[in-house]
């Protein structure tokens, strides 16, 4: 459920937790048919899974890109009406496409191949104008110790703070000194827990990461970064793949609104 100061508190804190946006039945079944996934990849899709540890999916974090074309019912989650309105009460706009979403598969462990490190969703877009929204669905509940998403509160007012990455081995201490080192943040952590299924919308500029999962049973999580009729594609861009990748609308779903609102950078999608 959205409450009216939703808009009010996303732009103070850079961050805000919806609640009931799901059923719990669709998410006990997404989490469900992941774990397949992990274990029976299939082949003939763009979605991919990638393990970050050598060993495997059962030793450290592991990734499926685009898990929507290989999951009807993550694909289904996405395109819920409550989701959507859930971003345009926040963001007060019309139209939101998924321009890209993974799932993340986090078993206990803490070492540096199972955490997140600090970063901002936008030093990765440098293709998109503007800020967008991201949305963390965690598939299991979120306690402290089970690696939640931890946030800078307020960050997001800093613009672009460096330093630091999401896929950076030093630990989150380290990190955060070098980001300290060049820049002058306000460090106020908070951490986003909560029953599986809540959502947790970023904006593209705070900062966030995450911690190794200490809670004892495996971490299933989804993040989409989501763009809105604000967002300009820039394609003369280093990153081209991703400019193809917003222009592919099986990719990159318009979950709501109409895509003649869209820019795709001189291009009909
Ligand atoms: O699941 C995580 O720990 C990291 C997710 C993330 O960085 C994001 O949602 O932007």
């Not at 937790?17 to 469900?32: C, G, K, L, T, Y």
């Not at 909560?194 to 989804?222: K, M, Q, T, W």
Request: proline residues 5%; glycine residues 8%; aromatic residues 8%.
């Amino acid at each position: 459920m959205i409450e009216k100061t939703a808009q009010a508190d996303f732009e103070r804190d850079g961050f805000i937790n919806v609640h009931e946006v799901f059923q719990p039945s669709e998410i006990v079944d997404a989490r469900n048919e992941l774990e397949r996934l992990y274990r029976d990849f299939p082949v003939g899709t763009a979605a991919r899974l990638v393990p970050y540890h050598p060993d495997g999916i059962d030793a450290g974090q592991a990734r499926i890109d685009h898990p929507h074309l290989v999951s009807p019912l993550i694909d289904s989650l996405l395109r819920a009406p409550t989701f959507c309105d859930a971003v345009r009460s926040i963001l007060g706009v019309k139209t939101v496409q998924v321009w890209y979403c993974h799932a993340l598969r986090k078993p206990g462990a803490t070492d540096s191949a199972n955490h997140v490190g600090w970063h901002q969703d936008g030093q990765y877009a440098s293709f998109l104008t503007g800020s967008f929204i991201t949305a963390w669905i965690p598939l299991v509940d979120i306690a402290a110790d089970s690696s939640p998403l931890i946030y800078v509160s307020g960050s997001h007012r800093q613009g672009a703070l460096n330093g630091s990455g999401f896929s950076h081995k030093a630990t989150l201490e380290e990190l955060k000194s070098s980001i300290l080192s060049h820049n002058r943040v306000e460090w106020r952590e908070t951490i986003a827990t909560g029953p599986a299924g809540f959502v947790s919308f970023h904006h593209s500029d705070v900062l966030h990461g995450s911690a190794g999962n200490e809670g004892g049973g495996v971490r299933y999580s989804i993040a989409c970064h989501l763009r809105t009729e604000r967002n300009r594609l820039l394609p003369e861009n280093d990153y081209k793949d991703a400019v193809s990748q917003i222009r592919d609308t099986e990719l990159s779903p318009v979950v709501c609104g109409s895509v003649d609102a869209l820019d795709f950078g001189g291009v009909t999608a």
